[in-house]
């Protein structure tokens, strides 16, 4: 009887309480802002502090009789009973179904709260937005409503409101204004699709998930923003394909390190300083590894590719003087590990260093910045240099501790003409062909060729820059690949229909709207480099510029399809056509000549690499475009100025390859994809030397299938269903190869790189 007659009180306190507007405005809003004091409702609602305090204390005293609100003792503040919260809600209800019954709309808006619909907010973002003139945006949003009103729905959200705007803007004929106006993002299907299917993706993680989710809308943002349409219309009707789209527009493609400004402490590691401890100069090797790997870590999240280690090995000797060969190789293997483990995650980006055989003559003289003191030059260094590239050699040739080879960083070995007539460099020579014939992860790079200049650095995308941009210092270092764009050759070859002007004359058309592209991109990174503060290590100062030296970087316009144009368009095939290699040369030098053109104004390079795989891509939107009568036809060559597929003698390809390199300054590379059973390093060394000496070859690396085995940890040549020691064949037996470039395990491939693996011919040496 007590019970029911004290829960009658209950009901009878809240009835009152909620029959005045005041009490029922403080519900809602301590609703929705939480705890707040009796000072801050009063602010919020309006009231004289003075002459309204007694009868607002009154309306608390009420609500908190009715058990609706309760005062916090700490801070005075009040907050929302369990029952208060009940009947706040019951409130909002009837709110709702008043203005339901009187036909006025609520919205759900981005923000998470819910509004009576108001018209003039749609003329606002239409003035805003998309500069809409005033009298026409009040006529759509005129009729937005009256459509909206129609169609009774329960949940309007300001997404919906949009969409209709936007179908009202298509309706008019206005593409442009919707354009501005429209949403990026996924259907809910894509998100759902993406998290079930990216396990199968390089390192699966939820982070992953969330930076797929995240690409495209970049990607459309590109599109739709940052490029004008023209350049646009041409990626996506597939004449060209922007490589890293849905980077674009936030981060350059690699970066070439000095690492020299971090090793003496002048800027922080991680871009900064802020954040994350400052180190000290380093004393250690191990410390010097620490900071480089600080390096390397940081800057995975500001490039979409790969981040090069300039002279890795002479600017590390200085530490170890003194040092014994075991704990050399110890602090190496921590190094090792560290890089692995930390730089796979998120952007996944590629590390590549380079390394000498000998202090190059423009390095002798430069100071070496020790804490302790002087550090004399690194021409003092040359003995220890060497020594530390061939511990760093063997470390690289282990294994780990389930056997399974280290395959980051690719190691970018340059060899200049000495190394070539004397012996000093013998036995670390020896090392790099015991790596090569072991996991193949040396790309040998031939610095003795003029072209090649005084110094040239590769990076892990296979994107190269020399000295002949100004001097070996701000030509080499600290730049960049802002991006690379990719031309679909037979296009232009459909288009020209065998007219040699017309083939030439649209090719030209492609290379002014990739130099376009290239220049916002520059434009852009810029941006987000000096008012964005998007990429903070870059905009670190050192020696009076900012650490990458934006205006120094490169923009790369490749090609696919060369073959398969040139056969289009003369009929012939350039595996037996002088005539039709003729043409193929010609089109590329062309290409080369107008990068040529366009420098100093900006640094345009030609080049025959791609950063992804684009020739599927491309292949597939001439079939379906209809440029191409068959229905299916194979897919276009990539990464190789001939078929990669069709069978040719080693040396027919050596000797096309070496006619292409020099004239591609912005990346080449001749893949040696090798048969079992594989030569020893000797008959490599032989050969490498013999292509060192006679060939005009810049960049080139043998490449060795192996699968391993998670099962019982063993490794063995070639490609294997079914591991040959223990008989498991599940998902973790890896087959490894180099694929468009890199060496990457089976799990991490797509299906171009499937092809690129196991379609495409090997040879003999
Ligand atoms: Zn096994």
Redesign the pocket.
């Known amino acids: 009887m007590l019970i029911v007659s004290s829960s009658k009180n209950l009901l009878e306190s809240i009835l009152s309480a909620l029959s005045n507007e005041v009490r029922a405005e403080v519900l809602k809003l301590i609703s929705m802002e939480g705890p707040l004091s009796f000072t801050e409702i009063m602010g919020k609602l309006e009231m004289n502090p003075k002459s309204d305090a007694g009868k607002f204390g009154y309306h608390l005293r009420m609500l908190t009789d009715a058990e609706l609100i309760k005062a916090d003792e700490a801070s005075g503040k009040y907050y929302l009973t369990l029952l208060g919260q009940d009947v706040a809600n019951f409130i909002y209800g009837v709110e709702d179904a008043v203005r339901r019954k009187k036909g006025e709309m609520l919205v759900r808006t981005s923000s998470l709260t819910i509004e009576p619909f108001d018209r003039k907010k749609i003329i606002d973002a239409l003035i805003r937005e998309a500069s809409v003139p005033r009298k026409l945006a009040e006529s759509i949003s005129k009729e937005a409503e009256d459509r909206l009103k129609k169609l009774q729905v329960r949940y309007l959200t300001a997404a919906l409101i949009r969409e209709f705007v936007n179908a009202i803007l298509l309706e008019k004929g206005l593409e442009e204004y919707r354009h501005a106006l429209t949403r990026l993002g996924q259907p809910v299907y894509d998100v759902t699709t993406t998290i079930k299917g990216s396990a199968f993706r390089d390192y699966p993680s939820p982070e992953k998930v969330h930076s797929l989710a995240g690409d495209a809308v970049f990607e459309e943002y590109t599109l739709l923003k940052i490029l004008p349409r023209t350049i646009a219309d041409a990626h996506l009707c597939g004449a060209l394909h922007l490589n890293n789209a849905n980077y674009w527009a936030l981060r350059p493609a690699d970066i070439h390190h000095d690492i020299r400004p971090i090793l003496q402490g002048k800027i922080p590691a991680d871009g900064q300083g802020l954040l994350h401890p400052s180190h000290y100069a380093p004393r250690t090797l191990k410390g010097a590894l620490y900071i480089v790997n600080s390096l390397i870590r940081t800057t995975s999240k500001l490039v979409s590719n790969s981040q090069s280690i300039g002279f890795f090995n002479i600017f590390l000797s200085p530490y170890i003087v003194k040092m014994e060969d075991d704990e050399v190789k110890s602090n190496l293997r921590d190094f090792l590990y560290e890089l692995n483990s930390c730089n796979g995650g998120n952007g996944a980006s590629q590390v590549a260093v380079n390394v000498e055989l000998e202090v190059p003559q423009f390095l002798q003289g430069v100071k070496c910045y020790l804490p302790e003191g002087d550090g004399g030059v690194y021409g003092d260094y040359s003995k220890e240099a060497l020594h530390f590239l061939e511990l760093f050699l063997e470390v690289m040739n282990e294994t780990d501790g389930h056997d399974k080879p280290i395959l980051s960083p690719s190691i970018l070995l340059k060899i200049r003409k000495k190394a070539l007539v004397t012996d000093d460099s013998e036995s670390c020579l020896e090392k790099a062909y015991g790596l090569a014939e072991t996991f193949g992860n040396v790309y040998f790079v031939n610095q003795s060729l003029p072209w090649q200049t005084e110094n040239v650095f590769y990076n892990g995308d296979l994107s190269r820059v020399d000295s002949s941009w100004k001097d070996w210092e701000s030509g080499t270092f600290r730049v960049g690949t802002l991006d690379n764009i990719t031309m679909n050759l037979p296009r232009v070859a459909y288009e020209a229909k065998g007219d040699d002007d017309r083939l030439f004359e649209r090719l030209r058309e492609l290379l002014e709207l990739s130099r376009e592209a290239l220049s916002i991109k520059r434009q852009i990174i810029e941006e987000r480099i000096c008012s964005d503060r998007l990429l903070p290590l870059f905009k670190e100062e050192v020696g009076g510029n900012n650490y990458l030296r934006l205006n120094d970087c490169s923009g790369i316009i490749s090609y696919v399809g060369l073959p398969e144009a040139v056969q289009y368009h003369t009929g012939l095939d350039v595996m037996d056509s002088d005539e039709a290699l003729k043409l193929s040369e010609k089109i590329v030098e062309s290409i080369n000549e107008y990068t040529r053109q366009i420098v100093p104004s900006m640094r345009l390079l030609a080049s025959s690499i791609t950063f992804e795989p684009s020739a599927y891509r491309l292949t597939n939107l001439d079939l379906v475009s209809g440029y191409v009568k068959t229905k299916s036809i194979p897919i276009y060559t990539e990464h190789s100025n001939l078929p990669l597929t069709t069978p040719i003698p080693l040396k027919k390809r050596l000797n096309v390859e070496e006619s292409f390199q020099h004239i591609t300054k912005g990346g080449h590379f001749l893949d040696i994809r090798l048969e079992e059973p594989f030569p020893t390093k000797e008959v490599l060394a032989n050969y490498t030397k013999r292509i060192m000496e006679t060939a005009n070859i810049g960049l080139f690396a043998f490449t060795r299938d192996f699968t391993y085995?998670w099962?019982?940890h063993?490794t063995k040549y070639g490609f294997h269903d079914k591991?040959p020691?223990?008989g498991?064949d599940g998902n973790r037996l890896l087959l490894f190869t180099r694929a468009f470039g890199k060496i990457k395990p089976s799990n991490t491939w797509n299906v171009h790189d499937r092809q690129f693996a196991t379609g495409n011919q090997k040879f003999t040496l």
Do not use: D, G, I, L
């Open positions: 085995c099962h019982c063993s591991c020691v223990c498991y």
